[in-house]
């Protein structure tokens, strides 16, 4: 019944903006860390932002500081991802877990979000 469903990928242009939204349910949500993980095509999995239960810290991969935020709303159950100058190298499919970052193992995946940055 672990439910995570991400919304807000599409096609932008390069330099664009897209916000990511993961909508969580199924388990109490404030206990757990979130993060966003990626995947392109023919690449390993990256972890891109990891957020705490309290959402007091916040870590990012080097290739994303700077562009990219993580944020949550644990009255809203939902996690967030602000992605702004966004460039062709974005691309691919991103997840939220439940886990994932600060020492936490993955333990639920979402179904996925194709984003795409292409002119």
């Known amino acids: 019944q672990v439910q995570l469903v991400e919304s807000g990928g599409g096609l932008v242009q390069p330099g664009g903006s897209l916000r990511l939204s993961c909508a969580a349910s199924g388990f109490i949500f404030s206990n757990y860390v979130m993060s966003w993980y990626r995947q392109a095509p023919g690449k390993e999995r990256e972890l891109v932002a990891g957020?705490?239960?309290?959402?007091?810290?916040?870590k990012y991969a080097d290739s994303v500081k700077g562009r990219f935020t993580i944020s949550r709303d644990n009255a809203k159950n939902t996690v967030y991802l602000q992605m702004n100058s966004l460039k062709p190298e974005d691309s691919a499919v991103y997840y939220c877990t439940c886990g994932g970052s600060f020492g936490r193992t993955v333990s639920s995946w979402g179904q996925g979000a194709q984003v795409t940055v292409s002119s």
């Open positions: 957020i705490s239960r309290a959402a007091s810290s916040t």
